[in-house]
C-alpha cells in the first residue's frame, strides 16, 4: 500500500471515529445510558484505539522496510 493510501485509510478512520464519537455523545444526551451500554461503547473505544495502534506499528514498519 502506498503511502498516499495509507494517509486516505487513515484520515477516513479518523474521520468516521470522530463521527461515531459525535453520534455516541448526541444519544448519551437524549438518554442516559445504561450500566451495560456505558461498558460496550468502552470497550469498543479500547478496540478503535488497538487497531489504531497497529495500523501506526504496521505503517512504521513498512516505512522501515525500504
Known sequence: MSNSQQDEQDDLQKYLEEKAKQEQEKQHEAEPL???????????AKIHDLIAEAQRKLKNSDTKDR
Open 34 to 44: 445504561s450500566a451495560y451500554d456505558a461498558c460496550v461503547l468502552k470497550e469498543s
